[in-house]
């Protein structure tokens, strides 16, 4: 059975499915009495109907635990996204619509075995950062009900910090699904904006909403990432994962950290939060990072750009025919926000394109001296009735770390980095170029053991970290480099996707590679070379059942065969390689560093 003080995190559930010693139809039991012990909580919109639960738990249970990453594991989503069947509100119930089919998340994480629980509160239409703007009430802190739960996506981070489900999605624009994350002692992870699909999300700024994802440790957010991530070609502001700009290091050692100058820091106030921003650092540094101070005034400008400028017109526009009909539907600090956004002109929005084309540019140069960026996640934490006296510069105050994250194309991990005085959180946030998510969640691993030792408000100890190594190598998967015809979309794709195989990422070998062009072969084939004066060479990482992999092994005609590849941040997985006598005769194509560039050119 799953006891009232059960720990949710992935390792300890993963480990006793295992075992033997609990089923999805206890975990749903479970959790089901935890929801009654707690009462209205205003953390939920709609729940997953006990009956529903229990006969997808069934489901479950006719299935291998082995074969699931998620396997009966508890989850809920913010309510701006859509679960078949069930209202999608954004917190405003006269919007409310029946979805006709789930985002493409949630079908991600349902295929992956995962147990949806319900859809929680946030700020109205994911307006704020605060977590109080909802006709549905304010999700209650777990550690001090007088103080804000953080927005917009209030209800997922109290689900999790409170030990409701194991990890939840929310949204995030200008900061919603990191800041909830330092108010409630979790980890908030903020992908790189298009690698997680926002089809079925009702869009807050369709050009900046990126899924995010909360979770009890950052190993659990690494998870569920692999899980939901993928090309989603119907959604137009979906991307093609590609290799980070610069190669993340996945340990602090000699990690090279940007800490704002001191001069542009502010904590708004708060007596404690200076001295554990300090205190973190040095912890980060006993596990071998090198602070540089860094100018932070191009992040602070284009943090301001998001709601000074035209950007906010795009709020307008995502409900505008819906604020049209009904101006008095919406909560009057969203009113207030959105239904200013009238004023900006496209004048404007050229105007402030321009600049912040000219804050890229700037930005981008301070990544030539810094590996990795902490920053707090925000400055301080306010009361409610504070708030609802200042609503709108106070919650501006909250979004100074990050507002201007999506505007420049970042990714980045909110970790808890200790405690008040008054036993409130604090977080930070570790930020890096676009798609370096996988390295950070283990850089967030690392940082939130160094700070604290439980997880949310539950008082459970985090798991142990061999455990939890353990249950990610449990997962029955093998990564496996291809670099040729099976690659997405090539004539040989099917004999991955047909063994239940699942794109991982795609990125580049380490620069040791020679690449050949085999065309013996039908359909032709790249043959890959391991040599001294070889070439970083395009690859995608797959994910195959460990109980497929024979099978596809024994396919592969000779002289190709499967090796240790190592990637460009110095991974090694397995991967497609040949042996040297079939290149003797071969066209040495290691110039183009891709067989697609390959084909195309053969193609024309």
């Not at 160094?450 to 990610?472: C, H, I, K, Q």
């Not at 047909?498 to 070998?509: I, N």
Request: aromatic share 8%.
């Amino acid at each position: 059975m799953l006891q009232a003080n059960d720990a949710l995190d992935l390792s300890a559930l993963g480990a006793r499915y295992r075992a033997g010693s609990l089923r999805p139809s206890q975990t749903v039991a479970g959790i089901l009495r935890r929801l009654e012990q707690r009462g209205d909580d205003k953390v939920w919109i709609s729940r997953t109907p006990a009956a529903e639960l229990e006969t997808r738990a069934a489901e479950l249970e006719r299935r291998d635990a082995q074969d699931l990453p998620l396997y009966g594991i508890p989850f809920a989503v913010k309510d701006n996204i859509d679960v078949a069947g069930q209202p999608t509100t954004a917190a405003c119930p006269e919007f409310s619509y029946v979805a006709e089919a789930h985002a493409a998340v949630v079908d991600a994480l349902l295929a992956a075995g995962g147990l949806l629980i319900g859809k929680t509160n946030l700020d109205q239409f994911a307006t704020g950062l605060v977590g109080i703007r909802s006709p549905y009430g304010t999700p209650v802190n777990p550690f001090d009900a007088r103080y804000l739960p953080g927005g917009s996506s209030s209800g997922s981070a109290v689900a999790v910090a409170a030990g409701l489900v194991s990890f939840s999605l929310g949204t995030d624009t200008a900061g919603s699904g990191r800041v909830p994350a330092a108010f409630n002692n979790i980890v908030g992870l903020k992908p790189t904006r298009g690698l997680l699909s926002t089809r079925g999300v009702v869009p807050a700024c369709r050009s900046l909403d990126c899924v995010s994802i909360f979770a009890l440790t950052a190993a659990d957010a690494a998870t569920v990432l692999r899980c939901a991530r993928g090309f989603d070609p119907a959604d137009p502001f979906a991307r093609h994962e590609t290799a980070a700009a610069r190669v993340l290091p996945r340990s602090f050692e000699n990690c090279r950290i940007g800490v704002p100058r001191e001069d542009q820091l502010e904590f708004f106030g708060n007596p404690d939060a200076p001295a554990l921003f300090e205190l973190m650092l040095a912890r980060l540094e006993a596990l071998g990072a090198k602070p540089v101070s860094v100018d932070f005034e191009p992040f602070l400008e284009t943090a301001r750009l998001l709601y000074e400028g035209p950007w906010v017109a795009e709020r307008y526009v995502a409900i505008r025919a819906f604020v049209e009909r009904h101006p008095e539907a919406l909560h009057p600090v969203t009113r207030e926000i959105i239904g200013g956004a009238t004023r900006h002109s496209a004048i404007d929005a050229f105007t402030a394109y321009y600049r912040l084309k000219v804050l890229q540019r700037t930005a981008a140069a301070v990544w030539d001296a810094i590996d990795l960026m902490v920053a707090p996640t925000a400055g301080t934490i306010y009361r409610i009735d504070e708030v609802e006296a200042d609503p709108v510069r106070l919650n501006s105050n909250l979004g100074r770390y990050t507002n201007f994250m999506n505007l420049l194309d970042l990714s980045g991990i909110a970790v808890p980095a200790g405690f008040q005085r008054d036993g409130l959180p604090f977080g930070v946030t570790l930020i890096a170029p676009a798609f370096a998510d996988e390295a950070l969640c283990a850089l967030g691993a690392l940082a939130q053991r160094a700070a604290v030792d439980t997880m949310g408000a539950t008082g459970l100890a985090l798991p142990d970290a061999d455990r939890e190594a353990a249950t990610a190598g449990s997962r029955q998967t093998i990564e496996l480099a291809v670099c040729g015809a099976h690659m997405s979309g090539l004539a040989l794709n099917h004999q991955l996707t047909e063994r239940g195989a699942r794109l991982a990422r795609r990125c580049r070998t380490a620069p040791h590679y020679r690449l050949y062009a085999l065309t013996e072969f039908t359909p032709p084939r790249p043959g890959m070379l391991r040599a001294d004066n070889g070439a970083a060479i395009e690859v995608e990482v797959w994910e195959v059942p460990a109980a497929s992999l024979g099978g596809f092994v024994d396919a592969i005609p000779e002289p190709l065969g499967i090796g240790t590849v190592t990637l460009e941040d110095g991974r090694q997985v397995k991967g497609f390689l040949c042996e040297a006598r079939a290149v003797g005769g071969a066209r040495d194509i290691t110039a183009l560093g891709s067989w697609r560039r390959y084909a195309s050119a053969e193609a024309a």
